[in-house]
């Protein structure tokens, strides 16, 4: 089976997509208030889940390619798993605490008004991405590509400079003792 949406067409309140068994391309669509728990081997392209919970959601093969997430639950949610060619993904006012990006290119992505507690960014690629009012507590920056990145209205944030590549981040002069953390020195 090719498609059964069209382009455009909204999906509100399901909690099950096709099997993956059925091959299916999402193009244009938005998804309202869905509950959803497998999106494996499908194909997001240019879509929008709003109010939706996705929690711990398996997202094997998974192609997300200029998807916005906005208001949506994703805590646990594996983005590792998900195909890494034309990744592309946005998050507004996302509820973020336990999901992976290991080794995701998330460069010029954008995160706004998230809590993201315990977010793994190891080995990703985060270049010149904004994270606009962030919650990063216990976020975990290793190897993680940095550079152009603005913390500049995030908090809770740690970083190691010397694990990470941080050249031309900005960050505010009250917060560059999260840098030293690893340090163990007192700033007064």
């Known amino acids: 089976m090719t498609k059964l949406l069209k382009p455009s067409e909204t999906l509100s309140n399901i ?3 096709p099997k993956p068994s059925e091959r299916e391309d999402y193009e244009k ?3 309202v208030n869905c509950t959803l728990t497998d999106i494996s081997n499908l194909n997001f392209i240019n879509c929008t889940f709003k109010n939706c919970n996705l929690s711990s959601c398996k997202a094997n093969n998974t192609k997300l390619q200029g998807v916005e997430f906005i208001d949506c639950k994703l805590l646990g949610l594996n ?3 998900a195909k890494d060619f034309a990744f592309e993904v946005y998050f507004e006012k996302c509820l973020l605490d336990y999901a992976s990006f290991d080794s995701k290119k998330l460069n010029k992505s954008e995160f706004k008004h998230c809590k993201m507690h315990e977010v793994n960014f190891t080995n990703a690629d985060l270049s010149k991405s904004s994270l606009m009012d962030c919650d990063l507590y216990e976020a ?3 190897k993680t590509n940095l550079s152009g990145v603005d913390f500049t209205s995030s908090s809770n944030f740690a970083i190691d400079p010397e694990i990470n590549n941080i050249k031309k981040a900005k960050f505010l ?3 560059l003792f999260r840098l030293l953390t690893r340090h163990d020195i007192i700033i007064e």
């Open 15 to 17: 909690t099950i997509l």
């Open 29 to 31: 669509c938005e998804f």
């Open 79 to 81: 983005f590792f798993q």
């Open 140 to 142: 975990v920056f290793a």
């Open 173 to 175: 002069s009250q917060d």
